[in-house]
């Protein structure tokens, strides 16, 4: 697959076949979230890799909507700080970065942002000072992915040189 086809038929997947992802796989996975671009080069995230049964259930009974990451295979949750303005836009980057390589290598993978903050702190150590952002379950998909997304189209997402001229794709130089 090549990056434009990786990146475009990406689907968000909830439901993981047993399957282990291999180690080598997982470190790729990691590696690429520590190449990423940040906000000055900031690297303020933090990553908690999350490969244990039990506590991969402990952090689907501490979401609110990533129930479904009790069956994943392994999940990171993104820790960023939240006394930078930028720090979402970071969560994202890393997040999509993570996702990508992983689909590459036939890995599935959803996120999920709520989670309760009363017992997610303590389950899993985290610092006060750092925000649980954002959190990505992996896993290799339960069923064959049909590649079907449900996107409004560029027609109404893209503006030509200012908000609200019409984009027309033979306009492109
Ligand atoms: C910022 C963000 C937050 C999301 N939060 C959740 C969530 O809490 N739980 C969940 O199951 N999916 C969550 N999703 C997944 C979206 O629902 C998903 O990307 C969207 O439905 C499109 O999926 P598709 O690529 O399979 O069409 C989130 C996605 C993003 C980008």
């Not at 282990?20 to 000055?40: H, T």
């Not at 609110?64 to 969560?91: Q, S």
Request: charged fraction near 25%; hydrophobic fraction near 40%; charge should be positive.
């Amino acid at each position: 697959m090549d990056v434009y086809e990786t990146a475009t038929i990406k689907l968000d997947v909830r439901e993981f076949a047993s399957r282990k992802v291999p180690a080598d796989i997982k470190s790729k996975i990691l590696e690429a979230a520590r190449l990423c671009q940040s906000g000055n080069n900031s690297q303020h995230w933090r990553f908690i890799l999350v490969q244990d049964p039990g506590n991969l259930k402990t952090l689907a009974n501490d979401s609110a909507w990533g129930k479904w990451v009790e069956k994943a295979n392994f999940a990171i949750i993104v820790l960023t700080d939240p006394k930078l303005g930028y720090h979402m836009i970071d969560a994202g980057r890393v997040v999509q970065t993570m996702e990508i390589v992983a689909w590459g290598f036939g890995v599935a993978s959803c996120v999920f942002t709520g989670v309760d903050r009363e017992t997610f702190f303590d389950d899993f150590g985290v610092p006060a000072n750092l925000d649980p952002t954002i959190v990505v379950g992996f896993g290799y998909p339960v069923r064959k992915l049909l590649g079907k997304k449900s996107r409004k189209p560029l027609s109404e997402l893209v503006f030509l040189e200012r908000y609200g001229k019409k984009f027309d794709p033979s306009a492109l130089t």
